[in-house]
T-cell receptor
Protein backbone atom coordinates (compact mmCIF):
# COMPACT_ATOMS: atom_id res chain seq x y z
CA UNK A 1 0.00 0.00 0.00
CA UNK A 2 0.88 3.65 -0.26
CA UNK A 3 3.21 5.08 2.38
CA UNK A 4 3.07 8.49 4.02
CA UNK A 5 5.96 9.65 6.15
CA UNK A 6 6.26 12.49 8.64
CA UNK A 7 9.27 14.24 10.01
CA UNK A 8 10.10 14.75 12.78
CA UNK A 9 8.34 12.07 14.77
CA UNK A 10 8.60 14.21 17.87
CA UNK A 11 9.81 17.69 18.68
CA UNK A 12 10.22 19.78 21.82
CA UNK A 13 10.48 23.52 21.46
CA UNK A 14 10.40 26.67 23.54
CA UNK A 15 7.38 28.89 23.63
CA UNK A 16 7.52 31.53 20.91
CA UNK A 17 9.51 29.52 18.41
CA UNK A 18 8.26 28.06 15.15
CA UNK A 19 8.22 24.39 14.25
CA UNK A 20 7.96 22.85 10.80
CA UNK A 21 6.47 19.40 10.24
CA UNK A 22 6.93 17.64 6.93
CA UNK A 23 4.55 15.15 5.37
CA UNK A 24 5.65 13.14 2.36
CA UNK A 25 3.92 10.64 0.12
CA UNK A 26 6.69 8.18 -0.62
CA UNK A 27 5.44 6.15 -3.53
CA UNK A 28 2.57 8.11 -4.94
CA UNK A 29 1.63 11.66 -5.80
CA UNK A 30 -0.80 13.53 -3.61
CA UNK A 31 -2.44 16.66 -4.92
CA UNK A 32 -4.31 16.84 -1.64
CA UNK A 33 -3.17 16.18 1.89
CA UNK A 34 -5.08 16.49 5.12
CA UNK A 35 -3.71 17.70 8.43
CA UNK A 36 -5.28 16.44 11.64
CA UNK A 37 -4.67 17.27 15.26
CA UNK A 38 -5.21 14.91 18.14
CA UNK A 39 -5.26 15.90 21.80
CA UNK A 40 -4.58 13.24 24.42
CA UNK A 41 -7.34 10.67 24.61
CA UNK A 42 -9.38 12.51 22.01
CA UNK A 43 -10.29 12.01 18.41
CA UNK A 44 -8.61 13.34 15.31
CA UNK A 45 -9.84 16.74 14.33
CA UNK A 46 -9.32 17.96 10.79
CA UNK A 47 -7.36 21.19 10.76
CA UNK A 48 -6.91 21.90 7.09
CA UNK A 49 -6.74 20.54 3.59
CA UNK A 50 -3.51 21.16 1.74
CA UNK A 51 -3.73 21.56 -2.02
CA UNK A 52 -0.74 21.42 -4.34
CA UNK A 53 -0.42 24.66 -6.24
CA UNK A 54 -3.05 26.56 -4.34
CA UNK A 55 -3.88 27.82 -0.88
CA UNK A 56 -4.86 25.46 1.88
CA UNK A 57 -8.40 25.45 3.13
CA UNK A 58 -8.80 25.65 6.89
CA UNK A 59 -11.52 24.28 9.10
CA UNK A 60 -13.54 26.66 11.18
CA UNK A 61 -11.69 27.79 14.26
CA UNK A 62 -8.20 27.01 12.94
CA UNK A 63 -5.95 30.06 12.69
CA UNK A 64 -4.39 30.07 9.25
CA UNK A 65 -1.71 32.57 10.28
CA UNK A 66 -0.65 30.34 13.11
CA UNK A 67 -0.71 27.06 11.26
CA UNK A 68 0.97 27.76 7.94
CA UNK A 69 0.55 25.07 5.31
CA UNK A 70 2.58 24.83 2.14
CA UNK A 71 2.05 22.11 -0.43
CA UNK A 72 5.33 22.54 -2.26
CA UNK A 73 5.13 19.57 -4.57
CA UNK A 74 3.05 16.53 -5.38
CA UNK A 75 4.82 14.58 -2.65
CA UNK A 76 5.41 17.15 0.09
CA UNK A 77 3.21 19.20 2.36
CA UNK A 78 4.51 21.13 5.36
CA UNK A 79 2.77 22.44 8.45
CA UNK A 80 4.53 25.23 10.34
CA UNK A 81 3.32 26.07 13.80
CA UNK A 82 4.33 29.70 14.26
CA UNK A 83 5.03 31.31 17.62
CA UNK A 84 4.18 28.08 19.36
CA UNK A 85 2.58 28.10 22.79
CA UNK A 86 2.07 25.28 25.29
CA UNK A 87 -1.56 24.90 24.20
CA UNK A 88 -0.29 23.97 20.73
CA UNK A 89 1.22 20.82 22.20
CA UNK A 90 -0.51 17.97 20.45
CA UNK A 91 -0.14 15.02 18.10
CA UNK A 92 -0.24 16.15 14.48
CA UNK A 93 -1.09 13.62 11.80
CA UNK A 94 -1.14 14.07 8.06
CA UNK A 95 -2.83 11.89 5.50
CA UNK A 96 -3.31 11.66 1.77
CA UNK A 97 -6.07 10.20 -0.36
CA UNK A 98 -5.19 7.04 -2.18
CA UNK A 99 -4.10 6.39 -5.70
CA UNK A 100 -6.40 6.97 -8.63
CA UNK A 101 -7.53 3.38 -8.55
CA UNK A 102 -8.21 3.51 -4.85
CA UNK A 103 -9.62 6.93 -4.17
CA UNK A 104 -11.60 5.60 -1.24
CA UNK A 105 -8.51 4.91 0.77
CA UNK A 106 -6.79 7.47 2.95
CA UNK A 107 -3.26 6.83 4.08
CA UNK A 108 -1.92 8.23 7.32
CA UNK A 109 1.50 9.30 8.41
CA UNK A 110 2.85 8.06 11.74
CA UNK A 111 2.26 11.42 13.40
CA UNK A 112 4.41 14.10 15.01
CA UNK A 113 4.23 14.77 18.71
CA UNK A 114 4.84 18.44 19.47
CA UNK A 115 5.61 19.56 22.98
CA UNK A 116 5.92 23.28 23.61
CA UNK A 117 7.61 24.25 26.87
CA UNK B 1 -22.49 17.14 7.01
CA UNK B 2 -20.98 13.82 7.86
CA UNK B 3 -20.69 12.57 11.41
CA UNK B 4 -19.77 9.47 13.31
CA UNK B 5 -20.84 8.41 16.77
CA UNK B 6 -19.02 5.91 18.92
CA UNK B 7 -21.26 5.65 21.98
CA UNK B 8 -18.78 3.84 24.20
CA UNK B 9 -15.65 5.49 25.57
CA UNK B 10 -14.38 2.18 26.90
CA UNK B 11 -15.06 -1.47 26.19
CA UNK B 12 -13.72 -4.18 28.47
CA UNK B 13 -13.71 -7.81 27.42
CA UNK B 14 -12.04 -10.98 28.65
CA UNK B 15 -9.48 -12.63 26.44
CA UNK B 16 -11.07 -15.26 24.24
CA UNK B 17 -14.50 -13.68 24.36
CA UNK B 18 -16.11 -11.99 21.37
CA UNK B 19 -15.86 -8.23 21.18
CA UNK B 20 -18.00 -5.53 19.61
CA UNK B 21 -17.14 -1.86 19.23
CA UNK B 22 -20.12 0.19 18.14
CA UNK B 23 -20.32 2.88 15.47
CA UNK B 24 -23.20 4.74 13.88
CA UNK B 25 -22.88 7.27 11.11
CA UNK B 26 -24.66 10.06 9.33
CA UNK B 27 -23.91 11.01 5.74
CA UNK B 28 -25.95 12.56 2.98
CA UNK B 29 -25.01 10.15 0.22
CA UNK B 30 -23.57 6.68 0.11
CA UNK B 31 -21.19 6.16 3.00
CA UNK B 32 -17.61 5.00 2.80
CA UNK B 33 -16.88 3.58 6.23
CA UNK B 34 -13.59 2.76 7.87
CA UNK B 35 -12.14 1.38 11.06
CA UNK B 36 -8.69 2.31 12.27
CA UNK B 37 -6.71 1.25 15.33
CA UNK B 38 -4.19 3.39 17.19
CA UNK B 39 -1.60 2.14 19.64
CA UNK B 40 -0.01 4.56 22.14
CA UNK B 41 2.04 7.31 20.48
CA UNK B 42 1.54 5.74 17.08
CA UNK B 43 -0.26 6.71 13.92
CA UNK B 44 -3.40 5.11 12.65
CA UNK B 45 -3.45 1.60 11.29
CA UNK B 46 -6.11 0.67 8.79
CA UNK B 47 -8.30 -2.29 9.77
CA UNK B 48 -11.05 -2.48 7.20
CA UNK B 49 -13.44 -0.52 5.05
CA UNK B 50 -16.87 -0.74 3.51
CA UNK B 51 -17.38 0.82 0.12
CA UNK B 52 -19.99 -1.32 -1.56
CA UNK B 53 -20.98 -4.95 -1.90
CA UNK B 54 -21.23 -7.51 0.87
CA UNK B 55 -22.40 -6.01 4.13
CA UNK B 56 -19.96 -8.11 6.13
CA UNK B 57 -16.43 -6.84 5.67
CA UNK B 58 -13.40 -8.79 6.83
CA UNK B 59 -10.22 -6.97 7.68
CA UNK B 60 -6.85 -7.22 9.34
CA UNK B 61 -6.02 -9.19 12.51
CA UNK B 62 -9.26 -11.16 12.42
CA UNK B 63 -11.54 -8.15 12.70
CA UNK B 64 -14.75 -7.78 10.77
CA UNK B 65 -17.53 -5.23 10.56
CA UNK B 66 -21.12 -5.35 9.45
CA UNK B 67 -22.67 -2.53 7.49
CA UNK B 68 -26.33 -2.04 8.36
CA UNK B 69 -27.93 0.62 6.21
CA UNK B 70 -31.28 0.66 7.98
CA UNK B 71 -29.64 1.20 11.35
CA UNK B 72 -26.83 3.37 9.91
CA UNK B 73 -24.36 1.29 11.83
CA UNK B 74 -20.96 -0.20 11.17
CA UNK B 75 -20.02 -2.14 14.30
CA UNK B 76 -16.56 -3.68 14.60
CA UNK B 77 -16.39 -7.28 15.76
CA UNK B 78 -13.96 -10.04 16.50
CA UNK B 79 -14.94 -13.60 17.51
CA UNK B 80 -12.14 -14.07 20.03
CA UNK B 81 -10.33 -11.15 21.61
CA UNK B 82 -6.60 -11.07 22.31
CA UNK B 83 -4.78 -9.02 24.94
CA UNK B 84 -2.80 -7.49 22.08
CA UNK B 85 -6.05 -6.08 20.66
CA UNK B 86 -6.08 -3.55 23.50
CA UNK B 87 -5.88 -0.15 21.80
CA UNK B 88 -7.90 2.87 20.71
CA UNK B 89 -10.32 2.22 17.86
CA UNK B 90 -11.70 4.85 15.55
CA UNK B 91 -14.62 4.63 13.18
CA UNK B 92 -14.57 7.08 10.28
CA UNK B 93 -16.76 8.06 7.36
CA UNK B 94 -16.39 9.98 4.16
CA UNK B 95 -18.58 10.60 1.18
CA UNK B 96 -17.43 10.36 -2.40
CA UNK B 97 -14.32 11.86 -3.87
CA UNK B 98 -11.31 13.19 -2.05
CA UNK B 99 -13.11 14.54 0.99
CA UNK B 100 -11.31 13.96 4.28
CA UNK B 101 -12.34 11.31 6.72
CA UNK B 102 -14.46 12.37 9.65
CA UNK B 103 -13.67 10.43 12.81
CA UNK B 104 -15.63 9.31 15.79
CA UNK B 105 -14.28 10.13 19.23
CA UNK B 106 -12.72 6.72 19.59
CA UNK B 107 -13.34 3.74 21.82
CA UNK B 108 -10.68 2.34 24.08
CA UNK B 109 -10.70 -1.44 24.05
CA UNK B 110 -9.20 -3.26 26.98
CA UNK B 111 -8.81 -7.02 26.74
CA UNK B 112 -8.13 -8.64 30.08
CA UNK B 113 -6.23 -11.88 30.37
Amino acid sequence: GAVVSQHPSWVICKSGTSVKIECRSLDFQATTMFWYRQFPKQSLMLMATSNEGSKATYEQGVEKDKFLINHASLTLSTLTVTSAHPEDSSFYICSAPGLAGNLNEQFFGPGTRLTVL
Amino acid sequence: AQSVAQPEDQVNVAEGNPLTVKCTYSVSGNPYLFWYVQYPNRGLQFLLKYITGDNLVKGSYGFEAEFNKSQTSFHLKKPSALVSDSALYFCAVRDMGNTPLVFGKGTRLSVIA
